[in-house]
């Protein structure tokens, strides 16, 4: 029973992590676009805003995100009548919680490699008739692999380990919202040291090997 938990508790937690990395390609990749080759007012703002997660501590965060999107509150209520959809307490919200808090380890990666292409790729490409579009996958997507790698890996491992923000929108739902990173500190209130330490030991070996990967991957990539 024990071993079908923890089993159960680190395949959620990949799930998080493996869902929360694919949704937040796509994003981090349009909002890397717009910050490098896109001019549009309040620039600096919107990206403050998606840097803040660095330095914003997870429990104000995941705070915020709880009182935004409780069912007392007009947003949560709203989401609730009109959609059926709660992010609280669920695996819904935890997804949701988890790209805001992993955003910019996936933008930024993304973002400095977008700035560092060769302007006279895109040039070329928008000279040959490729619309903006067709650019951004035919031409600045494939020649920054390492950036985009890196965000991936960095966005996954984020997502794998963070506690705070998803201690308080998700709670300790078994087999719902429990990932292993609270799992951990649960068993720590009840002394199953034994238990945490497998949490524990399982989620370190994890981040090692992406590590690892990604200074491998990147090194073959670079050179």
């Known amino acids: 029973m024990l071993e079908a938990e923890f089993l159960q508790t680190l395949w959620l937690s990949f799930k998080l992590s493996f869902i929360t990395t694919f949704l937040l390609f796509f994003v981090g990749v349009f909002l890397a676009y717009c910050f490098v080759f896109v001019r549009f007012p309040f620039k600096s703002f ?33 989401l609730k009548e009109h959609f059926n959809l709660s992010l609280v307490f669920t695996f819904e919200g935890l997804v949701f919680a988890s790209m805001i808090f992993s955003l910019p380890f996936m933008v930024h990666p993304i973002q400095s490699a977008f700035a560092a292409l060769n302007q006279n790729l895109i040039e070329a490409s928008y ?67 034994t238990l945490a330490h497998q949490y524990a030991f399982a989620l370190f070996a994890l981040s090692f090997i992406l590590l690892f990967i990604l200074y491998f991957v990147n090194k073959k990539l670079t050179y």
């Open 127 to 193: 000279t040959l008739g490729r619309g903006k579009l067709m650019t951004l996958c035919r031409v600045i997507v494939p020649n920054s692999k390492v950036g985009i790698f890196t965000g991936l890996t960095m966005a996954f491992a984020h997502t794998m380990g963070e506690f705070g923000v998803v201690m308080m929108i998700g709670g300790h739902k078994q087999g719902e919202t429990l990932v292993a990173s609270i799992a951990i500190y649960d068993e720590l209130e009840v002394f199953n040291y």
């Open 46 to 78: 919107f990206q403050i805003i998606v840097s803040m997660p660095l330095v914003l501590p997870p429990s104000v965060l995941g705070f915020y995100l709880l009182v935004g999107f409780s069912a007392n509150s007009t947003l949560g209520s709203f």
